[in-house]
């Protein structure tokens, strides 16, 4: 399953704060059964079933922040699209987490 890394950021805002924008840039993932999301402090992971899904919900979340009055919004995404094995981000996670550990990663 392909995962997505994406912040969106507004420039020219009449302040320092984005905290509003970026919650109705989360907004626009709400209720979407074909993706699964987590918001971090420095962007939103994705997953969804295709490449294709991930890039329409970058440009809803893009979209929203337009919408929300941004006068620019540069938008940066990441795309992690393993073809040879399963990939999740929390299996991510875990791969990393079992290596501190002194084990080996799950396969």
């Known amino acids: 399953m392909p995962i997505m890394e994406?912040?969106?950021v507004p420039i020219g805002t009449a302040t320092a704060s984005v905290g509003d924008y970026?919650?109705?840039?989360?907004?626009?993932?709400?209720?979407r059964d074909d993706l699964r999301w987590e918001l971090t402090a420095m962007g939103t992971?994705?997953?969804?079933g295709s490449v294709e899904r991930l890039l329409e919900a970058a440009l809803?979340?893009?979209r929203a922040?337009?919408?929300?009055?941004?006068?620019?919004?540069?938008?940066s995404i990441r795309i992690d699209d393993r073809r040879d094995a399963p990939l999740?981000?929390?299996?991510?996670?875990?791969?990393?987490?079992?290596?501190?550990?002194?084990?080996?990663?799950?396969r």
């Open 6 to 8: 994406i912040s969106v």
């Open 22 to 31: 970026v919650a109705r840039a989360v907004a626009a993932l709400e209720g």
């Open 45 to 48: 992971i994705v997953e969804a």
């Open 60 to 62: 809803d979340l893009h």
């Open 65 to 75: 922040v337009v919408a929300a009055g941004a006068p620019r919004v540069v938008t």
């Open 88 to 106: 999740t981000a929390a299996g991510k996670v875990e791969s990393v987490r079992a290596r501190l550990r002194g084990g080996r990663a799950p």
